[in-house]
């Protein structure tokens, strides 16, 4: 898995029109890690017409009909740079070298806008259900991945809700981080 021109290798890219540019000179140098499902804890939804719900929100082509839970958040322009679904398929919305709007209000190390110097990954999912194997192993891989094409984020990877504690919980309880790290150091040991 590479990253070439802020482009992952191994995903589909499906654009979304929720992003815009970093501020001038702004490095990247941090990766959070949330989660989603629409309607919420149900996986793999789609549309009547075949469209997965979490890719129809991330392209503004969601219908606020199709579930009373949409009417909610109706209106809402929201991305991710990278959207990793239960068996692993890994589809991206945003470059990386732009920011996405995945954070919020938010604030990291004392710094506020993530979204100004993150790379925001949703995992499909909730707070509620443990996370399959294989979006760990591919999370692994997008990770050690962003950490070669962008060394700064080597040290800073965190969840939604440690930069955003009173607004956001996920990923959840159940994301397990010291497996995470340990994949993540597996892969690194094999370079």
């Known amino acids: 898995m590479t990253i070439d021109n802020g482009y992952l290798s191994a995903a589909t890219w499906l654009c979304s ?12 140098d941090t990766i959070v890690i949330h989660n989603i499902s629409l309607p919420p804890n149900e996986f793999g939804a789609c ?4 469209r997965h719900y979490v ?11 199709a579930h009373p839970y949409f009417q909610t958040i109706q209106g809402a322009e929201v991305s991710a ?6 068996d692993g398929t890994i589809t991206q919305f945003v470059n990386f070298n732009a920011r996405a709007w995945h954070a ?10 993530c979204n100004d110097y993150s790379i925001g990954i949703e995992l499909e999912g909730s707070d509620f259900v443990p996370f399959t194997s294989a979006q760990y192993a591919v999370l692994a891989q997008v990770i050690v991945a ?12 965190t969840g939604h809700s440690d930069i955003a504690p009173h607004r956001k919980t996920d990923p959840g309880d159940y994301f397990e981080w010291a497996r ?10 094999c370079f």
């Open 104 to 113: 919020g209000k938010s604030s990291y190390l004392g710094r506020p806008v």
């Open 55 to 65: 890719k129809a929100l991330f392209t503004n082509q969601l219908d606020w009909q």
């Open 81 to 86: 740079h990278l959207f990793i679904e239960r």
């Open 17 to 28: 029109p929720n992003y815009n540019e970093r501020p001038a000179g702004m490095s990247i």
């Open 146 to 157: 962003i950490y070669y094409a962008y060394p700064k984020t080597r040290r800073h990877l």
């Open 47 to 50: 549309s009547v017409d075949g």
């Open 180 to 189: 995470l790290r340990a994949d993540i150091a597996g892969i690194v040991a």
